[in-house]
């Protein structure tokens, strides 16, 4: 199923449409936060899914699951990463 992290991390994130996914806000404490993320980063695929709307995030998330966290591709502008971002 869906993990239990999808409704929080969409809203820890503050994804907004610029282009892409871009992080507006990172809830400090929250697992977004623990995973390195910051504002200012993009969300380039959720797992194998590339996306580019604040909805296809949402949906990507929902679907994606690797024991109790999502798998990230995170870029800057200066560089890529991967990131898993874990419920707990």
Do not use: C, H, M, Y
């Not at 390195?36 to 899914?49: A, F, M, Q």
């Amino acid at each position: 199923g869906a993990p239990q992290l999808a409704p929080e991390l969409a809203v820890e994130l503050g994804v907004a449409d610029a282009g892409g996914v871009l992080i507006t806000e990172v809830v400090p404490g929250s697992p977004a936060q623990r995973a390195g993320l910051s504002s200012g980063d993009g969300i380039k695929r959720v797992g194998n899914t590339e996306v580019s709307t604040p909805e296809a995030f949402g949906q990507a998330v929902e679907n994606a699951s690797l024991e109790g966290g999502v798998l990230l591709l995170i870029g800057n502008g200066r560089s890529s990463r991967f990131v898993v971002v874990k419920s707990k």
